[in-house]
């Protein structure tokens, strides 16, 4: 058996010239993560035959990595800016910090934590020589909780938060938008962070889009050699409202796609109860809240409900009647049909026929019939 071994190391070492080369090629190509990766798979195949070299590898390793943290890295004085205007190119956040718990499908959460978990067991992965995921495409209406995934990985990952400014970085000088976009995806490639490119099909727009000017589509070929070459030292998201403007070979040039769907109406409730506060409204006013709110994005429900407590506390009103304002505010905009439907499903809330008037619209007699019917 251990003649095996000793053979089996042997051979291994006799491929160290060649092991020489990638090193000095993965060194040239400026991503000190993968040559720390391979660094560390390169010092445990070698541990049986030279343990001393081997060992003192793995220690050069560990005082690398206590060097390398993102809050030495990452500085807002380093971060690109535009030749022009001399505006920061990118904003950068640290520490990232969430205000609320985000409220996301079973299946958006396992994504997220998945990405978390392979950044945490990094070296399970280069066991099975793998690495962690690199890149991920959110896709969704506005509002879902896009933004807020990417925060949520940069808290739990602790790393800086590097947001591309699109305004800064899309100049009006032909040339000049890839070399800044270019700019901020170098910094991020040398720096330990989540790089978030928001409004993505601004940026990755189809390139048989007979509108854009060539400028543009040589901009999206760069992009995609960028993504595809993209180091597991930084995590790279790309968030977009509009996936259908999307070139099409953007999508395969990513390690992970999330989709972020509209609130449930269980969702919905549960936005309604988290940004008016555990102990605000009752349960009947809670229900015709989440009832008057389907249909709208978590970004949307919180603008209303901070705009509702706002209006009770300057108003100097009972929050029950801020809470009948916003629901007659969204429910009289309505087209007939949809306040009919609006107004049966009040009736199986327990609200009197009157307040449902009220709040509707809707005559009493056509509640009172809906009532009726409802009881049969």
């Known amino acids: 058996m251990a003649g095996k071994t000793a053979g089996k190391s042997q051979g291994y070492s006799s491929r160290i010239p060649e092991q020489l080369v990638h090193i000095a090629r993965i060194a040239l190509s400026g991503n000190p993560r993968d040559l720390a990766l391979y660094l560390k798979r390169l010092a445990r195949r070698l541990s049986s035959e030279f343990p001393e070299q081997a060992q003192e590898l793995e220690h050069l390793l560990t005082q690398s990595a206590l060097r390398y943290t993102p809050l030495r890295q990452a500085s807002t004085e380093t971060l690109p800016v535009d030749a022009e205007s001399r505006l920061h190119l990118a904003r950068l956040e640290h520490p990232v910090h969430l205000e609320v718990e985000p409220i996301w499908t079973d299946e958006v959460r396992r994504n997220l934590a998945q990405v978390v978990e392979e950044r945490t067991r990094e070296s399970d992965l280069q066991k099975a020589d793998l690495a962690p995921t690199r890149s991920l495409l959110f896709i969704g209406p506005p509002g879902v909780g896009k933004t807020l995934a990417a925060k949520l990985l940069a808290s739990r990952l602790r790393f800086p938060l590097v947001r591309l400014d699109l305004s800064t970085v899309m100049s009006s000088f032909l040339g000049r938008t890839g070399t800044n976009l270019k700019s901020v995806l170098d910094y991020a490639r040398e720096t330990l962070c989540v790089l978030l490119l928001d409004e993505f099909d601004a940026i990755a727009k189809r390139r048989d889009d007979v509108v854009e000017i ?69 349960a009947q006013w809670l229900d015709v809240l989440a009832l008057a709110m389907q249909g709208t994005s978590f970004s949307e429900i919180e603008k209303e409900m901070q705009r509702m407590k706002r209006e009770a506390l300057i108003l100097r009103v009972p929050v029950a009647e801020s809470i009948k304002a916003l629901v007659m505010r969204r429910v009289t905009s309505l087209p007939r049909n949809e306040r009919k439907r609006f107004a049966g499903l009040l009736t199986q809330r327990g609200l009197s026929q009157r307040a449902i008037h009220d709040l509707t619209g809707v005559s009493r007699d056509t509640i009172r019939r809906h009532w009726s019917r409802s009881q049969r």
């Open 214 to 282: 060539g400028e543009l589509k040589r901009l999206v070929n760069v992009l995609l050699q960028e993504i595809e070459d993209w180091s597991s030292q930084s995590l790279l998201i790309a968030a977009t409202n509009h996936s259908a403007l999307l070139d099409p070979a953007v999508w395969r040039r990513f390690d992970l796609l999330i989709e972020f769907p509209m609130p449930s109406p269980g969702d919905v409730r549960k936005a309604v109860q988290l940004f008016t506060g555990p102990d605000e409204i009752d």
